[in-house]
């Protein structure tokens, strides 16, 4: 029990902080998501696409344009955030990635879908905007 009231605690400093310092900035690139951060992304804003990827993965750098453009277009609506598979393992093996990309979706810090693999940004997009 102290244990979860130890991490709402850290959840609702990180809100406030975050508050505090993006008041009134809109985020429109992707901001770089860890093991350690991630909860607090995804818990900070209320929806968010996590782009789960990998240096050496030619699908991953196929989509990466298209979530910098996304970004920028959903910018104040979508926070998009890059998880780098290799350098944080955590994460990956907590929502059982198995394939990149792969874009989790939360809405008020609950997942509510899940996309994998490469694809046009017309669809990508479609897709998002059924969880927006």
């Known amino acids: 029990m102290k244990n979860d009231e130890l991490e ?16 009134g900035e809109v ?6 998501a860890t093991d350690t951060t991630f909860a ?17 993965c030619a699908p991953c750098r196929m989509i990466a344009p298209i979530i910098e453009e ?15 598979v290799d350098k944080n393992t955590e994460i990956p093996m907590q929502y059982g990635i198995m394939s990149i ?21 017309n669809i990508l997009e479609s897709k998002l905007k059924q969880n927006l």
């Open 40 to 56: 607090n992304i995804v818990n900070s804003y209320p929806f968010v696409v996590i782009d789960c990827w990998a240096q050496w």
């Open 70 to 84: 996304l970004a920028q277009q959903y910018a104040g609506k979508i926070v998009f955030g890059k998880l780098d």
């Open 101 to 121: 990309p792969t874009l989790l979706v939360f809405k008020n810090g609950k997942t509510v879908d899940r996309i994998v693999g490469a694809m046009p940004r």
């Open 8 to 23: 709402r605690l850290k959840r609702d400093k990180m809100k406030e902080y975050l508050k505090d310092t993006l008041q």
């Open 27 to 32: 985020i429109s690139k992707p901001i770089e």
